[in-house]
């Protein structure tokens, strides 16, 4: 399988302090997403960095890729109490664009 | 990126019953996925859509249980048939972008009672 798994299950920072999540998963990739999801709704597209790539930034967020480590990290900086929220990574391994979830990091950011 | 409609967004069903949900997109798209999310866990995908073919289940997911049509490139269903709590879930339909990215729509989140 080639899911992912991330670290923490639960993160609780207080707001203004940067918040990291990791994700690892066990076979080689395509392209590794982040998603967030609010309160058990849709999921967010956050970032996408392919397997070629090794660090790409979005606004606060940072996400680094180590394909020799098959582990990936999202970094929030700044955290906000509107980032409070489950955040997920995501493999695509093949040219059928399937996904593979990890279970989640679920993130409380205390005013 | 794609914007995805998915319709109902909540449901509360009888045992025994099914329910379809649909989701649309605002533009045209080979492929199409639907996701289960049980209670507390992370997402599981349940079959992919084409349009055009019949859909690819995966493993622990069969047809007659969750039958799917795509009758254009826009559009899709999918069925949860013969429902039982243990159905209970949200269930999120999901396109792949021009730049392989993949978004969701907001989900149907069912519960059978």
């Known amino acids: 399988s080639q899911q992912g798994e991330e670290d923490p299950q639960a993160l609780s920072i207080q707001e203004g302090e940067n918040a990291t999540m990791n994700c690892s998963y066990k076979?080689?990739?395509?392209?590794l997403q982040w998603y967030r999801q609010n309160s058990g709704r849709g999921l967010v597209h956050l970032i996408l960095?392919?397997?070629?790539?090794r660090e790409k930034h979005s606004g606060r967020l940072r996400v680094t890729l180590d394909t020799s480590k098959k582990s990936s990290s999202l970094l929030i900086t700044a955290s906000r109490a509107a980032d409070t929220a489950s955040y997920f990574c995501a493999v695509s391994g093949g040219s059928n664009y399937k996904l593979t979830f990890g279970k989640g990091t679920l993130l409380t950011v205390n005013p | 990126s794609a914007v995805i409609s998915q319709k109902p967004s909540r449901d509360i069903c009888q045992r025994g019953t099914s329910l379809t949900i649909q989701c649309q997109v605002d533009s045209q798209v080979t492929m199409m996925f639907w996701y289960r999310q049980q209670p507390g866990q992370s997402l599981t995908l349940i079959a992919t859509?084409?349009?055009?073919?019949?859909?690819?289940?995966e493993s622990g997911f069969v047809i007659d249980k969750f039958p799917i049509s795509r009758p254009n490139l826009t559009f899709s269903t999918l069925t949860v048939s013969n429902m039982s709590p243990e159905d209970s879930s949200i269930y999120l339909c999901?396109?792949?972008?021009?730049?392989?990215?993949?978004?969701f729509g907001q989900g149907t989140r069912l519960t059978v009672v």
């Open positions: 076979t080689s990739i395509n392209n």
């Open positions: 859509a084409n349009q055009g073919s019949e859909a690819t289940y």
């Open positions: 999901s396109v792949v972008g021009e730049y392989t990215e993949a978004f």
């Open positions: 960095i392919r397997s070629n790539e």
